[in-house]
């Protein structure tokens, strides 16, 4: 291998100078709003925001967009464009304080016939109180406004501000647009890596690309290691192939998009569980790896998988909650990467089980119910006895055991007057729903008999409970 040349750095940086180099990310940065790829339904021409910038009367606005889809560029173009100072701020590291000065500046510049771009990076780190430290300055005009976010900002940002500021949503950029960014800086001789006379082949470039995830920032990062590693090969000699190879080692891992406290949180557990709830165990698998690779807390998604049996298999298959509970002892014992098989097998038994929220909808209807009647008192039948003032005032008098007749059921109320007749459970047609059902059709049938004056018949049992039918329902045959 040749030893390093001390070009190297200057053919990297494209500039032939000892300066150390800007990196690549930073000199392809778009200059014109031509040179900015994707968000053509945006910024394509004639599209409003774009005519609004190159006439140079644009307000405020904020920038919703994941990493490296442009936003701190299109901010930077907005000020050029209408000729007006860009004033970078970041959220994260600068404070109140800050903004008090430039908002000093500003005025003394909009006295002077010019105005400021205040470019707020991060701003949803800023918090409730501390953005309102922008109102003023907003409403009056003495600043444009300009925040970047990759957060939701419905969310994250003040009400009041958010009312002040146009929204606009940039989205990751796709393939061909990363595929013209790569292939441009390797070629820009200016301020690219052109000098390097590199080429690249075409699994280098999907490679980039895919793993890229729509971030033109990682994309130029990755190429600009896998030349860096290139060049120092050839030394001071020109020339070289990036292959996939190389950009595998410049990639290292490949990091996940994933924010624990943020919406994506969100977005991934909402798509989980209604791929559990569609019966698709393919999506549920796909959503549970996503979340585990972006280092979501396994134990979360442990609490999620439980309430889903609950809530949504309910007692279609009564085994689905042991299931979902058992998986979560057994990651808690295991732990990862073990323990995550638990989840995993739990994830694939909810989403192909038979589905009814009859449970869930009961359960809220008697919620309802509970809250419009607090203070409805228990009827004397079902209250219990200890003492004897208690029996003499008729608490459980006229109380039917239930185990004194051989069908073990005796019709009763069990509601108050005020509820009486509430129907609050259905069981759905599926799983062991199906033999609740039945079992509900016999007694109530039973009922009818007794209220007109028939005897049930003789070993009439207690509708099948104990059958053949009923082991198949509860899973030792089909259901």
Aim: proline share 6%; hydrophobic share 40%; aromatic share 6%.
């Amino acid at each position: 291998m040749k030893s390093p040349s001390r070009d190297t750095p200057n053919l990297l940086s494209g500039i032939a100078t000892g300066a150390p180099p800007e990196p690549l990310a930073a000199r392809m940065r778009p200059r014109t709003l031509d040179e900015f790829l994707g968000h053509q339904l945006l910024l394509g021409p004639g599209t409003p925001l774009r005519t609004e910038i190159e006439s140079g009367a644009v307000g405020s606005m904020l920038f919703w967009g994941p990493p490296g889809s442009g936003k701190t560029t299109l901010g930077r173009l907005v000020a050029q464009y209408t000729d007006r100072e860009f004033v970078p701020f970041s959220a994260v590291t600068e404070g109140v304080p800050r903004v008090r000065v430039i908002v000093g500046e500003a005025e003394a510049r909009r006295a002077q016939g010019r105005g400021t771009v205040l470019f707020v990076d991060e701003i949803h780190r800023f918090n409730r109180a501390q953005q309102d430290a922008f109102l003023q300055h907003v409403e009056n005009g003495t600043l444009t406004l300009i925040g970047a976010t990759t957060e939701n900002p419905s969310f994250e940002i003040n009400g009041a501000l958010l009312s002040r500021l146009r929204v606009f949503v940039l989205a990751p950029l796709g393939i061909p647009e990363l595929t013209t960014v790569v292939r441009t800086a390797l070629t820009d001789r200016d301020r690219g890596l052109g000098r390097l006379e590199l080429t690249i082949d075409d699994g280098a470039v999907d490679l980039i690309t895919t793993e890229a995830d729509g971030d033109a920032r990682r994309a130029l990062t990755a190429l600009e290691a896998a030349a860096a590693h290139v060049a120092r090969q050839h030394g001071s000699v020109a020339g070289g192939v990036i292959t996939a190879a190389g950009v595998r080692d410049a990639l290292q891992a490949r990091v996940a998009r994933y924010d624990k406290s943020g919406e994506e949180h969100y977005n991934l557990i909402s798509a989980y569980h209604k791929a559990l709830r569609g019966s698709d165990p393919q999506g549920a698998l796909y959503w549970l790896a996503r979340m585990i690779e972006g280092g979501e807390d396994p134990m979360y998604i442990a609490r999620r998988t439980v309430r889903f049996a609950a809530e949504d298999v309910g007692l279609a298959d009564p085994t689905a909650l042991r299931v979902a509970l058992d998986a979560r002892d057994t990651y808690q014992f295991l732990g990862s990467p073990e323990g995550e098989l638990a989840l995993a097998e739990a994830a694939v038994y909810l989403a192909t089980a038979p589905k009814s929220n009859s449970v869930y909808r009961a359960w809220s209807a008697a919620l309802d119910i509970a809250r419009k009647t607090p203070a409805e008192g228990v009827p004397l039948h079902l209250r219990n006895a200890p003492t004897r003032l208690m029996k003499e005032l008729g608490y459980g008098r006229g109380y039917q055991y239930a185990h004194a007749v051989p069908e073990a059921y005796i019709p009763q109320d069990y509601l108050p007057a005020a509820a009486a007749g509430s129907r609050l459970y259905e069981p759905g047609p599926f799983g062991f729903e199906k033999e609740i059902a039945k079992r509900l059709a016999w007694w109530a049938d039973l009922r009818a008999k007794i209220d007109r004056g028939q005897a049930p018949e003789p070993g009439a049992g207690s509708g099948g409970i104990g059958s053949d039918d009923d082991q198949a329902a509860r899973g030792d045959g089909g259901s």
